[in-house]
């Protein structure tokens, strides 16, 4: 009688556990042995909410964008980790700190052996001329610089020209020894690419050049 109770207690306390591991809002993984590990990063979240304009804030653009292209990749079997798959900073903590919140999303990274890394992000600036995505990488990483590459190729199905495949200084990419880019997916600011951006079906296109692009570098890494 005591060995069963002991057993029913055992079950009762590995279902509990289920149940907070299930509901803690950390980064969805899917790992498989001998598949490469994709980290995708949706920037902002929570009580961060990156660039708002016309009303849209963006990190409602970001995380389903994300979502798309890891769902895609891993249907072609990769290996996926979201930084966050809910509306909430990567980093769960009671004070937001911006440092801290990207220097986790890099630490995620490394700390799982990750393949390559995404940040995904919307961008602004203030004439609301400028529109279209851009690619972003550290100059002089030679690997980061090809995905960057591939990402912007992938979007010429999209958009029916390449984006533009620029340098920049980033926490994130800086911090992540991996090869990295930062995909900026269009302009708040820019009336065409912020209609465009707050359509399903478009979002839906953006995460699919995304992982286009990844599969790409991968292929040929």
Known sequence: MIHRALIVF?????????????????????AAAGRPL?????????????????????????????????????SAGVAVVLTRRQDRPALATNRFIVVDDLRY?????????ASLFVSIHTNSEPTGTVSGPIMYYIAGRVPSYHLAQDLANAFRILLGKTPEVRPIRQLVLLETPVPGATVEVGFLTHHLDVRRLTTPAYQHAVGSAIARGVLAYLHHA
Do not use: C, F
């Not at 055992?10 to 899917?30: F, H, K, N, R, W």
């Not at 995708?40 to 961060?48: A, E, S, Y």
């Not at 999303?105 to 052996?113: E, P, T, V």
């Open 38 to 74: 994709v980290v995708l990063d949706p920037g902002h979240g929570g009580v961060d909410p990156g660039a708002v304009a016309h009303g849209v804030l963006e990190k409602s653009i970001n995380l389903p964008v994300a979502i798309t292209a890891g769902e895609i990749l891993q």
């Open 105 to 113: 999303r890099a630490w995620l990274a490394r700390h799982l052996g």
């Open 10 to 30: 055992a079950l009762i306390m590995l279902l509990l556990a289920y149940a907070l591991v299930d509901s803690e809002p950390g980064p969805l993984t899917i």
